[in-house]
């Protein structure tokens, strides 16, 4: 219903966005007491409009009349401005009137994550428009000129990484998912930042080959504005295939057209020989299947060497076979159609073998473990180790991220920084005062280090606050997750499964979606402090909650199981896919991409704001030796004789 | 003063009493014990017989409580204040003998050559 993705405006005391899918708020300071109140009885009239809706009344525009009853004019003139504002947003306008009107003191942070963290959108709907407009920025340009202009800007990028992601965050519109941003109205906002995202995508060769054309073209109707170098390769490498396997086909078919009066007869050879031209073709078919027909997992940024190596030794074979073909046997016309197609049976056994390198080449020789890659993450330390064999280093990245999406706990913005009280209240000051009778010049320098020197000498005690303050903090979460946990259990106390037996009229039957609903509003309050507390709320939008609540009541599960979600951050994969999953990570490393992994390489993957560093270490060399115990020789006694002194 | 399984274990001892020295907080006999159902008995150099997990006198401190009473390197004690010392453990042993509210200890010693002089005297 799209009454229900109508934009409401976020107010300040953010429980009305609990009713919209959009985000949460980040934590505004302390909501007054008296609002709390009023403000369930407005969830409950909201819920109940919503329902309402979901049922198909007429209540379109009920919210607004209900916003527009609120106490107080300032309450007022905040919500028309940030509809007002909201309604710009598809169309791609900068919004940094939007930080003003949110004004959400968060954390205090000087780049806005906390501004970000406001999403006034509320309809999944536009965010699926925001990213395809993004990719329609990138076709609108031609190749050639895109191309050249990432050549250059991969330079630029390198050397003004810090401020990249710098200009990123304060430009970038609040309110806008935290990580997939890149793709989204580039232009608008900072066009150095547009174009440097693209160095990715940019100057990919072939890197990619043998892939089914037909998986490519629906993933062409997905991404229709990518460059077409990408499917240079792919085509390219098709073709050759296509090429190679048609071609023993061709040396035992072109006698037969051309010169069929002058051949020997063969018999029996020839046709076991055919059986196992056709056999091995498909085992080559299904072969060449298995290994090479796959969704593509990534965009490289170079050529992927070993792929391009089997392109070309492929391409040689097939070329040398037909220059001997065309030379010994179209030109002369030979006679002898068995040793033809002999000649087309040990092509085809060539093809094979190409097909064998591939498989040890592509797939077993990175299985055995070689390296361990050590990922840390540069903005809260998060680090995890991984084995890996013997890899390029582009590859090592991808292997690494698609690691990183399903280990590391999600990217939180909110978490970096110490709390305000404790970084505030540093250099309080202390004040010199000359007393006018030495010269000015001795006064400043004298000035300055007397301050320093009792600045250090004087006790730093924000340690003391930074502890007092975690302590308070981890306090206040167990309060708020001990009453979640207590209003999670009630509520799942109020519905149960249908029995066949029980005989219930059909109003009083639910689905689980209605089932979730229903019991949705007695946790709501106590979910969205807990969230509110660990500055989780950006993640989880109450579509989200509610579904994940549908989930669990149809699979039966525990209370326990509904809240494992909600009660530690997660891996970044868990969260809803468009917000949350970037594509665009950059590469950064010292040595070419395309070598291997050695030990000691560090590489660096980028993403806006923040980066996972990458070292790889080798796997000691460990010499086994054997030592063989005899079980007869496990003997004890007792212990030697002690001596007290009384 | 072998042990026969069963049997009632006889041996010829020597009274002795000690008083404890007051040092500081502690009070102290003066002497050192070995021994214990809990230890090895072959490390035992007192004992005659290497199977005899008694407890043992190793060592006597000189101008002691323990030596002014009388009491001689490689004794074995029997009993201690009427409390059994031929089957405790190590730990027992010393608990008894080191209880803080008794100011003084009645040993039951035994030494090799008290059963000899017996014998002596019994046979002349």
């Not at chain 1, 998060?382 to 084995?387: K, P, Q």
Request: aromatic share 8%.
């Amino acid at each position: 219903m799209d009454s229900c993705t109508v934009p409401k405006a976020t107010l300040p005391y953010a429980w009305l966005e609990l009713l919209s899918p959009g985000a949460w708020l980040s934590p505004s300071a302390a909501c007054p007491p008296l609002q709390n109140v009023l403000l369930w009885e407005h969830l409950i009239a909201e819920l109940r409009i919503l329902i309402c809706n979901a049922l198909g009344s007429e209540q379109r525009e009920q919210p607004f009349p209900f916003l527009r009853a609120e106490p107080g004019p300032a309450f007022k003139i905040e919500s028309l401005k940030v509809t007002v504002d909201f309604l710009k947003v598809p169309l791609g306008l900068k919004k940094p009137p939007l930080k003003e009107a949110v004004a959400v003191p968060g954390p205090g942070k000087a780049k806005p994550p906390g501004v970000e963290r406001h999403k006034p959108r509320r309809a999944d709907s536009m965010d699926n428009e925001s990213q395809y407009s993004g990719y329609s920025y990138k076709s609108g340009h031609s190749r050639s000129s895109r191309k050249h202009r990432d050549r250059r800007d991969r330079h630029r990028s390198k050397s003004r990484d810090g401020s990249r992601g710098d200009k990123s965050v304060t430009i970038q519109a609040p309110g806008e998912p935290l990580l997939d941003n890149e793709s989204t109205r580039g232009d608008e906002r900072d066009d150095n930042w547009g174009e440097t995202t693209t160095v990715v995508t940019g100057t990919s060769e072939h890197s990619i080959s043998h892939d089914d054309i037909t998986r490519i073209t629906k993933d062409m109707e997905d991404s229709a504005h990518l460059d077409c170098s990408r499917h240079l390769g792919v085509a390219l490498a098709g073709a050759l295939a296509l090429l190679a396997f048609l071609t023993p086909l061709a040396f035992m078919l072109l006698p037969q057209l051309l010169w069929r009066e002058e051949l020997e007869p063969c018999g029996t050879p020839c046709e076991g020989l055919f059986i196992s031209v056709a056999f091995k073709l498909l085992i080559l078919l299904l072969g060449s299947w298995a290994l090479f027909f796959r969704r593509p997992k990534a965009f490289f940024p170079r050529v992927f060497v070993f792929r391009a190596l089997l392109m070309v030794l492929v391409f040689l074979l097939v070329v040398s076979y037909w220059l001997f073909y065309g030379v010994r046997i179209l030109d002369s016309r030979d006679r002898n159609y068995q040793g033809i197609v002999q000649y087309a049976v040990s092509l085809v056994d060539a093809l094979l073998f190409v097909h064998y390198l591939a498989v040890v080449l592509l797939e077993l020789r990175q299985l055995q473990p070689q390296f361990t890659l050590k990922a840390v993450r540069s903005t809260d330390g998060a680090s995890r180790f991984y084995n890996i064999g013997h890899l390029s280093i582009q590859r090592a990245a991808i292997w690494i991220l698609e690691n990183y999406y399903h280990d590391f706990p999600v990217y939180n913005p909110a978490l970096l920084n110490l709390p305000k009280s404790v970084l505030s209240k540093k250099m309080s000051g202390f004040k010199v005062y000359s007393l006018g009778e030495e010269n000015t010049t001795n006064n400043s320098t004298g000035q300055s280090r007397a301050v320093i020197a009792a600045a250090a000498r004087r006790r730093d005690n924000s340690h003391n606050e930074y502890y007092y303050e975690e302590a308070e903090h981890e306090r206040r979460v167990r309060k708020r997750r001990a009453r979640l946990v207590v209003a999670v259990e009630e509520a799942f106390t109020h519905i149960k499964r249908l029995q066949d037996e029980d005989q219930k009229n059909p109003r009083e039957i639910m689905d689980p979606r209605e089932a979730a609903q229903a019991i949705f509003a007695s946790m709501a309050r106590a979910m969205q402090k807990y969230l509110r507390t660990t500055k989780q709320q950006p993640y989880h939008t109450m579509e989200s909650i509610l579904q994940h609540l549908e989930f669990c009541i149809t699979h039966d599960m525990t209370p326990k199981a509904f809240l494992e979600r909600y009660l530690s951050a997660g891996p970044t994969i868990q969260y809803h896919k468009d917000r949350w999953l970037a594509k665009q990570w950059t590469l950064v490393s010292e040595e070419p991409v395309t070598n291997g992994l050695k030990d000691g390489v560090v590489f660096v993957l980028k993403r806006h704001d923040f980066s996972l560093v990458v070292s790889a270490k080798k796997i000691p060399f460990f010499k086994l030796s054997e030592e063989f115990v005899d079980p007869k020789s496990h003997k004890f006694v007792m212990r030697l004789q002690s001596e007290t002194s009384v | 003063m072998s042990y026969v399984p069963g049997q009632p274990v006889t041996a010829v001892v020597q009274r002795i009493e000690i008083h404890k020295l007051r040092q500081g907080d502690n009070l102290i006999l003066g002497f050192s014990i070995g021994g214990g159902i809990d230890q090895d008995p072959t490390q035992n150099p007192f004992s005659e017989d290497k199977t005899d997990k008694g407890i043992y006198v190793t060592r006597v401190t000189e101008g002691g409580p323990a030596e002014i009473a009388g009491l001689q390197i490689g004794d074995k004690i029997m009993q201690v204040n009427g409390w059994d010392m031929t089957m405790v453990t190590h730990d027992q042993a010393r608990k008894r003998l080191t209880k803080r509210n008794e100011e003084v200890v009645r040993l039951l010693v035994t030494r090799q050559s008290l059963q000899k002089a017996v014998q002596q005297t019994m046979m002349s």
